[in-house]
């Protein structure tokens, strides 16, 4: 599990207790995808409040429950190292789920996460956030063998492409099937996806799996997802002159044929149209 923190430095009066709230980025997830909830905390017991740190107790408790009410067994999440929660300050702070804590089953489900206040000894709770995980049919299904390397080597495993379709977006997901159980052991979001164009899907010589698919017009996604689920690399082209990328297979990996190497982190940023009410009078 990862836990990443990011501070907001906002006023607020002290009083006995936590100020939390709970906010999912979307409510619909393909089965063991991984959950990624941000929690707001104020602390308004009235002074600075040390949580984490070695040894110490877990910060944070998520509760599971099904549609009908019955609860699964919370997950919990601690920190090796301490960080304080200032009195009258509000952070934020994303977290990370494994997919298998929190979407392993189908179904709705309702989670509330517990924040721990070691002074009191008690945990404060959000209010809970809805979680509605489904699966669909994958238009890529390949088997291969876990190379030296990896833990399990010599498994028999299965490589899934799958497009998601959700209420307002389309994203491509890439996931590693044990062949035997036929149970997902890792699900991995690789991001939004334009279905105009078929993706190019193929796995290399030491059973790497190679995605090459168009994010926005023009502009082509190529990733790498290792045995294990994880990824590997994600590199970015664009369709210049009408020189569309192309995945090539080759003795040792794969290649991209074609466009031109973009990385989004460096393209000029383009400044929006303004409001009518923004531009000057004539």
Same mark, same amino acid.
């Given at each position: 599990m @990862? #836990?990443?923190?990011a501070l907001l430095l906002l006023a607020s009066s002290a009083v006995a207790q936590y100020a939390t709230n709970l906010t999912l980025p979307k409510n619909n997830f393909l089965q063991g995808e991984p959950l990624v909830a941000t929690l707001t905390i104020t602390n308004r017991s009235g002074a600075d409040v040390i949580v984490g740190g070695k040894g110490s107790r877990p910060w944070i408790q998520f509760q599971f429950e099904d549609g009908q009410g019955r609860q699964l067994s919370p997950v919990q999440i601690?920190?090796?190292?301490p960080f304080t929660l200032k009195a009258g300050g509000t952070t934020k702070h994303t977290v990370q789920i494994e997919g298998q804590s929190s979407t392993g089953q189908l179904g709705t489900f309702y989670t509330t996460a517990h924040i721990f206040h070691p002074i009191s000894g008690q945990y404060y709770a959000t209010a809970r956030a809805r979680v509605n995980v &489904?699966? *669909? /049919?994958?238009?890529?299904?390949?088997?291969? =063998?876990?190379p030296a390397g990896f833990p399990q080597a010599g498994r028999a495993r299965r490589y899934h492409a799958i497009v998601f379709r959700d209420i307002d977006s389309i994203s491509l997901y890439a996931r590693v099937v044990d062949d035997r159980t036929k149970e997902p052991l890792v699900t991995q979001p690789l991001g939004p996806i334009i279905t105009s164009i078929q993706p190019r899907i193929q796995i290399d010589a030491k059973n790497f799996l190679h995605l090459l698919f168009v994010v926005q017009p023009t502009l082509f996604c190529h990733?790498?997802? /290792?045995?294990? =689920?994880? #990824? *590997? /690399?994600? %590199?970015?082209? @664009?369709?210049r002159d009408g020189? @569309?990328? &192309?995945?090539v297979m080759t003795g040792t990996g794969a %290649? #991209?044929?074609?466009?031109e190497n973009f990385d989004p982190a460096k393209a000029p940023k383009t400044k929006g149209f303004r409001k009518t009410s923004e531009r000057p009078k004539e």
């Open positions: @990862r #836990i990443f923190f601690g920190s090796a190292e &489904t699966d *669909a /049919k994958p238009m890529f299904d390949d088997g291969f =063998g876990v990733t790498v997802v /290792k045995p294990d =689920g994880s #990824i *590997a /690399k994600r %590199e970015y082209y @664009r369709d020189s @569309r990328p &192309t995945l %290649e #991209i044929v074609g466009g």
